[in-house]
């Protein structure tokens, strides 16, 4: 396993087009994560999902947001009519949560998509 | 409001010396872990280390320790022997929700720009 992959690495595209980024988790993960990251800022969390079902969503989450992660394996994140604010680092995370033998991990990262909006 | 704050935008430091990247934090939950990751330019976000809230001695790895005061809300990194690619971003973050020991769901500072200079 290479680690958490995501698709595409850069996508610049026009005010109100939609977009759809991928993430594939590292394989043994059952929890999955996507953060915003803008220009010199720490990611700020948009939501999670243990296996299929999101648990969480933030705030930063507007409706023009939404993710999915069918079968409990990759996640999509979708951006309906995007504006200039959606300018970021969208990145993804996944962990292993293990509630029975306590066998937790931290969240792995991956490389991110960088979505330029113009 | 659980918050992490990261006081030093910016740090430079000279090869082999050692350098002290500050972190403070709140929150009101009493077992958590606490975490520095790093991003090179360019490049995906790595866990450098990791410090349980519970466990009183300070994390090490390698060059890498922490000075964790619980009591303070303190918990700065320590690189020692800083060598050119610890250059990148450092960021402070914690679980802003600690229940089943979940360490992906973050709050990260803002983060420090450690530059390494030969």
């Known amino acids: 396993d290479t680690g958490v992959s995501q698709d595409p690495r850069h996508k610049i595209t026009k005010r109100g087009q939609n977009v759809t980024f991928r993430c594939d988790p590292i394989s043994e993960h059952n929890r999955l994560y996507w953060y915003r990251q803008t220009l010199g800022q720490g990611p700020e969390f948009l939501t999670y999902?243990?296996?299929?079902?999101?648990?969480?969503k933030s705030r930063l989450l507007s409706d023009r947001f939404s993710a999915e992660r069918p079968k409990g394996s990759f996640s999509t994140l979708e951006i309906q009519r995007t504006e200039q604010g959606d300018s970021a680092m969208y990145l993804c995370?996944?962990?292993?949560?293990?509630?029975?033998?306590?066998?937790?991990?931290?969240?792995?990262f991956g490389q991110g998509t960088r979505l330029t909006v113009v | 409001a659980q918050t992490v704050t990261q006081s030093q935008p910016e740090m430079s430091v000279q090869e082999a010396e050692t350098v002290t990247l500050s972190c403070t934090y709140d929150?009101?939950?009493?077992?958590?872990?606490l975490f520095w990751y790093k991003q090179p330019p360019s490049r995906q976000m790595i866990l450098v280390i990791r410090q349980e809230a519970y466990k009183q001695q300070n994390a090490t790895e390698n060059r890498f320790s922490v000075n964790f005061q619980k009591a303070a809300k303190s918990f700065s990194l320590k690189i020692s022997d800083s060598q050119l690619g610890d250059t990148a971003m450092y960021f402070c973050?914690?679980?802003?929700?600690?229940?089943?020991?979940?360490?992906?769901?973050?709050?990260f500072g803002k983060g420090t720009k450690l530059s390494v200079k030969p």
């Open positions: 995370a996944s962990s292993l949560a293990s509630f029975k033998h306590r066998g937790n991990t931290e969240a792995f």
């Open positions: 999902f243990q296996n299929e079902a999101q648990l969480e």
């Open positions: 929150t009101s939950e009493n077992n958590y872990y």
């Open positions: 973050a914690f679980p802003f929700r600690a229940y089943g020991g979940s360490q992906g769901n973050l709050i």
